[in-house]
């Protein structure tokens, strides 16, 4: 029952913890697709940490379309790769099949690498630095490992769709002991695309360079030239490119010159099917350049492009949304040339000058020509990252705003996870501190912290319902309960301590922004542990003025309820004058007595029992045993009616017909009797056990005499002796006691369990050993229904000590005389 009770607060910290170890990645993809960087990091050590990670790019839709086909391009097209391109004069690995080769593909993961690893400074990734880097499946044959270490890319054309996919795995180290770090960061997702950026530029000389002239990427043709700044002040001591006259410094009337790129095998022999400009790779594209002085009136200065194959239309590009160049009388001035309309394409460029023949001549000079073409990614990304991290370092104070983060701390170190999605930039506020060693945040020290304040709720509780419990007498134990909410409280408290060590961003699911840092942690945990502790022991002491509740015991089908008196606190309205010898119990003023010639006293009932005094042994006077009746009782073991005295106890009576016991015990009760031999303790066990329950029994005495004596043979006797073989140590009947008790309890058949001569035992040990004992092995035995005897000898221990023992009983008998 009670862990069915336990079950829906067990299934709802389940789930809190499974939804707080998820990304909160729910938004659904773009219909054009997605880039996704997979990120894994397993690094460990203190001051510097030192490991690896994966790293995995996932393309999806358009996306993995637009990726496959550029590295199919640039790698399948060319056989070196062109100038302006980040790694210009490689070669390719070109198959000209139209096919994206794993050769070719080859090339695209190692400048993929060498991006990624930036000439040994590596990438720098929130608070790591990544190098080096490498395919996943790592082979001698590098075609091998770029099939195994990629999907969607080997073996593909112009015609596949699918997702494409890039795994990579890498070195690491921390590159910060102590900072706040962004977590969302794009640097991963760009590398893909900064092998396709172009850049093409005239030299700041304008001196030809190997094979290409100082024009390039222009061609010195139809007038165009380079001209030096000699003896022209307009031109500011520096170079120009132009098609004018040099002997007037300006444009000739009825000029028509026009210079286009390159696409000549004379300036470029080993490129012999270069065209500069493949807008195909490009995210984006412009041109500026430079220029001084003025076109005149009816001349005309003209940016154009043309398409391949022929390149003979030629269409006009706008300068910044002019038709025509501002003019520049004194000094240099930039434009900029928009080529978005190119993007995707193959063109050439051209400036075209002309000049109407009329008026005024133009003398407009040109440098510092510069393409621009940069390759990046384009759409929504999705970061998922995975930190596993070993040592003392510790995240704190999350930032985030846009993205999801979860952090799992443990002894040995923590696990982050974070995730998010953004369209162009990505989100700047999503930031964590991050330090190698922080002792208010140090996982190591929470743990502690954790295990002292969890022990110390339950410790505490339990110290308080005991001292509770303790202080009522035993009969009245049994309708001593727990409060159960303040001990459920307790076990949630704890719970809620567990969880939040574990898993401090555990509320975020919840969709409050609410992180418990290690400081929040270390006052929060001594807190809970003394309000609840100090909480419980108030609450048992306010409890103590009030009578327990009746106790209630299950038997069979039957309940039966046990109506307890009030406990020995409470003061009855008239007062004790003593104590009965026979029942322990105190004689009130009124009550009849009964005073042996020895000086103890009697209850007069309980007098009437006995036929000697428990103390002296003397007869009890014949006034009192005359005024003893007959009275009929009915044999609870044959049915047959028998007679026997007034105020007899029928368990110590013996059944003329059967031999058996006229009474039997109350199951699962504990007694206490005072008896010169165990005798009639082991009729009462012998009526108990025979359903098939089964019995024990503790004695100093030899198991073999006490088998042969009183004729028990089924019953498990353990010797209580420190100098027997295999007995039990009478000082450590705590552990070992118990452990022999232990079997016969976790049976659930009921049974019955006989302490033999205590105190010979406490003679041995001490009082306050067998009480200890008694404690827990009593409460054992209540647990489980067992029945429990214990025996002492008249006359061995002190009135007070027998009272201290029959504390820890339900009921004290005293046979010492009857037996």
């Given at each position: 029952?009670?862990?069915?009770?336990?079950?829906?607060?067990?299934?709802?910290?389940?789930?809190?913890?499974?939804?707080?170890?998820?990304?909160?990645?729910?938004?659904?993809?773009?219909?054009?697709?997605?880039?996704?960087?997979?990120?894994?990091?397993?690094?460990?050590?203190?001051?510097?940490?030192?490991?690896?990670?994966?790293?995995?790019?996932?393309?999806?839709?358009?996306?993995?379309?637009?990726?496959?086909?550029?590295?199919?391009?640039?790698?399948?097209?060319?056989?070196?790769?062109?100038?302006?391109?980040?790694?210009?004069?490689?070669?390719?690995?070109?198959?000209?099949?139209?096919?994206?080769?794993?050769?070719?593909?080859?090339?695209?993961?190692?400048?993929?690498?060498?991006?990624?690893?930036?000439?040994?400074?590596?990438?720098?990734?929130?608070?790591?630095?990544?190098?080096?880097?490498?395919?996943?499946?790592?082979?001698?044959?590098?075609?091998?490992?770029?099939?195994?270490?990629?999907?969607?890319?080997?073996?593909?054309?112009?015609?596949?769709?699918?997702?494409?996919?890039?795994?990579?795995?890498?070195?690491?180290?921390?590159?910060?002991?102590?900072?706040?770090?962004?977590?969302?960061?794009?640097?991963?997702?760009?590398?893909?695309?900064?092998?396709?950026?172009?850049?093409?530029?005239?030299?700041?000389?304008?001196?030809?360079?190997?094979?290409?002239?100082?024009?390039?990427?222009?061609?010195?043709?139809?007038?165009?030239?380079?001209?030096?700044?000699?003896?022209?002040?307009?031109?500011?001591?520096?170079?120009?490119?132009?098609?004018?006259?040099?002997?007037?410094?300006?444009?000739?009337?009825?000029?028509?010159?026009?210079?286009?790129?390159?696409?000549?095998?004379?300036?470029?022999?080993?490129?012999?099917?270069?065209?500069?400009?493949?807008?195909?790779?490009?995210?984006?594209?412009?041109?500026?350049?430079?220029?001084?002085?003025?076109?005149?009136?009816?001349?005309?200065?003209?940016?154009?492009?043309?398409?391949?194959?022929?390149?003979?239309?030629?269409?006009?590009?706008?300068?910044?949304?002019?038709?025509?160049?501002?003019?520049?009388?004194?000094?240099?001035?930039?434009?900029?040339?928009?080529?978005?309309?190119?993007?995707?394409?193959?063109?050439?460029?051209?400036?075209?000058?002309?000049?109407?023949?009329?008026?005024?001549?133009?003398?407009?000079?040109?440098?510092?020509?510069?393409?621009?073409?940069?390759?990046?990614?384009?759409?929504?990304?999705?970061?998922?990252?995975?930190?596993?991290?070993?040592?003392?370092?510790?995240?704190?104070?999350?930032?985030?705003?846009?993205?999801?983060?979860?952090?799992?701390?443990?002894?040995?170190?923590?696990?982050?996870?974070?995730?998010?999605?953004?369209?162009?930039?990505?989100?700047?506020?999503?930031?964590?501190?991050?330090?190698?060693?922080?002792?208010?945040?140090?996982?190591?020290?929470?743990?502690?912290?954790?295990?002292?304040?969890?022990?110390?709720?339950?410790?505490?509780?339990?110290?308080?319902?005991?001292?509770?419990?303790?202080?009522?007498?035993?009969?009245?134990?049994?309708?001593?309960?727990?409060?159960?909410?303040?001990?459920?409280?307790?076990?949630?408290?704890?719970?809620?301590?567990?969880?939040?060590?574990?898993?401090?961003?555990?509320?975020?699911?919840?969709?409050?922004?609410?992180?418990?840092?290690?400081?929040?942690?270390?006052?929060?945990?001594?807190?809970?542990?003394?309000?609840?502790?100090?909480?419980?022991?108030?609450?048992?002491?306010?409890?103590?003025?009030?009578?327990?509740?009746?106790?209630?015991?299950?038997?069979?089908?039957?309940?039966?309820?046990?109506?307890?008196?009030?406990?020995?606190?409470?003061?009855?309205?008239?007062?004790?004058?003593?104590?009965?010898?026979?029942?322990?119990?105190?004689?009130?003023?009124?009550?009849?007595?009964?005073?042996?010639?020895?000086?103890?006293?009697?209850?007069?009932?309980?007098?009437?029992?006995?036929?000697?005094?428990?103390?002296?042994?003397?007869?009890?006077?014949?006034?009192?045993?005359?005024?003893?009746?007959?009275?009929?009782?009915?044999?609870?073991?044959?049915?047959?009616?028998?007679?026997?005295?007034?105020?007899?106890?029928?368990?110590?009576?013996?059944?003329?017909?059967?031999?058996?016991?006229?009474?039997?015990?109350?199951?699962?009760?504990?007694?206490?009797?005072?008896?010169?031999?165990?005798?009639?303790?082991?009729?009462?066990?012998?009526?108990?056990?025979?359903?098939?329950?089964?019995?024990?029994?503790?004695?100093?005495a030899s198991p073999e005499r006490l088998r042969l004596e009183f004729d028990v043979k089924t019953m498990s006797i353990v010797q209580v002796s420190s100098t027997a073989a295999g007995g039990i140590d009478p000082k450590k009947l705590d552990p070992l006691g118990l452990r022999a008790i232990l079997p016969l309890s976790r049976q659930g058949q009921g049974g019955v369990i006989l302490y033999d001569e205590l105190d010979e035992v406490i003679a041995e040990a001490s009082l306050g050993d067998v009480i200890r004992f008694l404690r827990k092995a009593n409460d054992m035995a209540f647990v489980h229904g067992v029945t429990v005897i214990a025996r002492l000898a008249p006359r061995r221990l002190s009135d007070d000590d027998v009272k201290r023992l029959n504390a820890e009983f339900d009921e004290y008998l005293d046979l010492s005389s009857q037996v």
């Amino acid at each position: 029952m009670r862990g069915r009770r336990n079950a829906p607060l067990a299934f709802v910290l389940f789930l809190l913890t499974f939804w707080s170890v998820l990304p909160v990645l729910v938004r659904a993809q773009g219909s054009g697709g997605q880039l996704t960087v997979a990120t894994d990091y397993e690094l460990f050590g203190t001051s510097d940490l030192r490991g690896g990670g994966h790293v995995t790019w996932t393309l999806t839709g358009d996306k993995a379309t637009d990726l496959r086909m550029k590295i199919l391009h640039l790698f399948d097209t060319y056989p070196t790769i062109p100038k302006g391109f980040p790694s210009e004069g490689l070669a390719t690995g070109r198959i000209p099949n139209q096919v994206l080769d794993a050769a070719e593909g080859v090339t695209y993961t190692n400048l993929l690498e060498e991006r990624l690893e930036a000439a040994g400074k590596g990438t720098i990734a929130q608070y790591m630095r990544l190098y080096p880097f490498d395919l996943r499946d790592k082979a001698a044959d590098e075609p091998s490992s770029f099939a195994r270490s990629t999907s969607g890319l080997a073996g593909t054309d112009a015609n596949t769709t699918g997702d494409v996919e890039i795994r990579f795995l890498f070195q690491a180290n921390t590159s910060t002991a102590d900072g706040r770090v962004e977590l969302a960061t794009r640097v991963l997702a760009d590398s893909l695309y900064e092998p396709f950026s172009y850049r093409a530029s005239q030299s700041a000389s304008l001196a030809a360079s190997g094979l290409y002239p100082g024009s390039w990427p222009f061609l010195p043709e139809d007038g165009w030239h380079v001209v030096n700044a000699s003896g022209r002040p307009a031109l500011g001591g520096r170079s120009a490119f132009w098609a004018g006259n040099d002997s007037t410094g300006t444009y000739d009337n009825g000029t028509d010159a026009a210079t286009r790129t390159s696409m000549d095998p004379v300036f470029a022999p080993t490129l012999s099917s270069y065209t500069p400009f493949d807008f195909r790779y490009a995210s984006r594209a412009w041109a500026t350049f430079s220029y001084t002085g003025t076109v005149g009136p009816g001349d005309s200065l003209r940016l154009q492009y043309a398409y391949p194959p022929a390149y003979a239309v030629w269409t006009n590009l706008s300068f910044s949304n002019r038709p025509t160049l501002p003019p520049s009388p004194s000094g240099w001035s930039n434009a900029t040339v928009n080529l978005t309309a190119l993007l995707g394409q193959v063109a050439r460029l051209r400036f075209h000058f002309v000049s109407d023949n009329t008026g005024l001549p133009s003398d407009v000079f040109i440098r510092d020509f510069a393409l621009e073409a940069p390759a990046s990614y384009v759409g929504e990304v999705v970061q998922s990252d995975i930190h596993y991290l070993i040592g003392t370092l510790s995240f704190s104070n999350p930032d985030v705003s846009s993205g999801g983060l979860q952090l799992i701390r443990t002894p040995g170190g923590e696990l982050l996870t974070y995730g998010t999605r953004w369209e162009g930039s990505p989100p700047a506020n999503d930031t964590i501190q991050f330090r190698t060693f922080d002792i208010l945040d140090s996982p190591q020290i929470l743990f502690g912290v954790m295990l002292v304040a969890a022990y110390g709720i339950s410790r505490m509780q339990q110290a308080a319902y005991e001292t509770y419990r303790e202080a009522h007498e035993a009969i009245y134990r049994p309708g001593v309960h727990r409060t159960k909410w303040v001990h459920r409280s307790g076990k949630v408290a704890i719970g809620l301590l567990i969880l939040l060590y574990f898993i401090p961003t555990a509320f975020l699911v919840t969709g409050f922004r609410v992180v418990v840092s290690g400081l929040v942690y270390l006052f929060l945990a001594p807190i809970v542990a003394l309000v609840l502790g100090l909480g419980t022991r108030r609450h048992y002491r306010r409890r103590l003025a009030q009578p327990p509740s009746p106790a209630v015991r299950e038997e069979g089908p039957l309940v039966h309820k046990v109506v307890l008196p009030p406990p020995s606190g409470a003061t009855s309205a008239a007062g004790a004058i003593g104590q009965c010898t026979h029942c322990l119990r105190e004689i009130g003023e009124g009550d009849p007595t009964y005073e042996c010639t020895c000086g103890v006293s009697y209850h007069r009932s309980c007098a009437m029992s006995l036929t000697r005094c428990s103390n002296c042994h003397t007869s009890i006077a014949p006034t009192v045993l005359r005024g003893r009746k007959q009275v009929s009782l009915r044999c609870e073991s044959c049915g047959e009616n028998q007679t026997i005295l007034e105020g007899s106890d029928p368990r110590a009576a013996t059944c003329p017909s059967c031999g058996g016991l006229l009474g039997h015990l109350d199951e699962g009760k504990r007694y206490l009797i005072l008896a010169n031999n165990p005798a009639i303790a082991l009729g009462w066990i012998r009526e108990l056990v025979k359903s098939g329950r089964p019995a024990l029994c503790l004695t100093p005495a030899s198991p073999e005499r006490l088998r042969l004596e009183f004729d028990v043979k089924t019953m498990s006797i353990v010797q209580v002796s420190s100098t027997a073989a295999g007995g039990i140590d009478p000082k450590k009947l705590d552990p070992l006691g118990l452990r022999a008790i232990l079997p016969l309890s976790r049976q659930g058949q009921g049974g019955v369990i006989l302490y033999d001569e205590l105190d010979e035992v406490i003679a041995e040990a001490s009082l306050g050993d067998v009480i200890r004992f008694l404690r827990k092995a009593n409460d054992m035995a209540f647990v489980h229904g067992v029945t429990v005897i214990a025996r002492l000898a008249p006359r061995r221990l002190s009135d007070d000590d027998v009272k201290r023992l029959n504390a820890e009983f339900d009921e004290y008998l005293d046979l010492s005389s009857q037996v």
